[in-house]
């Protein structure tokens, strides 16, 4: 027999689960070599927070290097002299950066683009991030891999943990077709 409280406790694990949620989306599966140099450039950012770009790439480059990717090089801008306010950079075209990730002998290059990095209006605030990955093989210089994902989490939750766990489910699929062995 179900009591009152059983009841009650169910309905708050609904409403939570409700709060929060995630969807993501992939290609199919490719294999890609975790021992291969991976490039990371900087994400293109949509939102109208300053540096979203700047914050996701560092976390898919954190996450690339503690999921298995042996070797992980990260593009840093060079020169921010220009800016006209601060957090807002000059951009470098995207032919720039591919000639950037083949000069330093990566296989493969991780870009993105962050379309969501807030928290939501309301009493709570929840934060919420939308970002794409695409994965590029330099050798081909078509796009081998790429996801789609967006999460809302609960509120007094940070931006970043939202998007920390959204950048690790995201990337979880292609630390699962990498290996050793893998072309």
């Known amino acids: 027999m179900i009591n009152k409280r059983t009841y009650f406790l169910l309905g708050i694990c609904f409403l ?4 929060a949620g995630r969807i993501v989306n992939y290609s199919a599966y490719v294999p890609v070599n975790l021992n291969s140099k991976i490039a990371v450039i900087p994400f293109s950012n949509y939102t109208e927070t300053p540096l979203a770009g700047e914050r996701a790439m560092s976390i898919t480059a954190a996450t690339l290097e503690s999921g298995g990717f042996a070797h992980v090089v990260i593009y840093q801008q060079r020169d921010n002299s220009n800016t006209l306010l601060p957090g807002m ?14 000069r330093t002998g990566s296989r493969y290059l991780m870009t993105g683009s962050v379309n969501e990095w807030t928290y939501k209006v309301g009493l709570d605030g929840e ?14 210089k078509r796009i081998v891999w790429t ?15 939202v998007a920390q766990e959204l ?3 995201m990337l979880k699929r292609l630390f699962k077709s990498g290996g050793k062995h893998a072309r």
């Open 89 to 102: 950079s000059k951009s470098v075209s995207q032919k720039v950066l591919l000639q950037w990730a083949s």
């Open 127 to 140: 934060p919420a991030v939308g970002l794409s990955l695409q994965l590029i093989d330099l050798r081909t």
């Open 16 to 19: 939570l689960s409700a709060c």
């Open 147 to 161: 996801a789609v994902g967006s999460q809302s989490g609960f509120s007094r939750m940070a931006v970043s943990t």
């Open 167 to 169: 950048i690790n489910t």
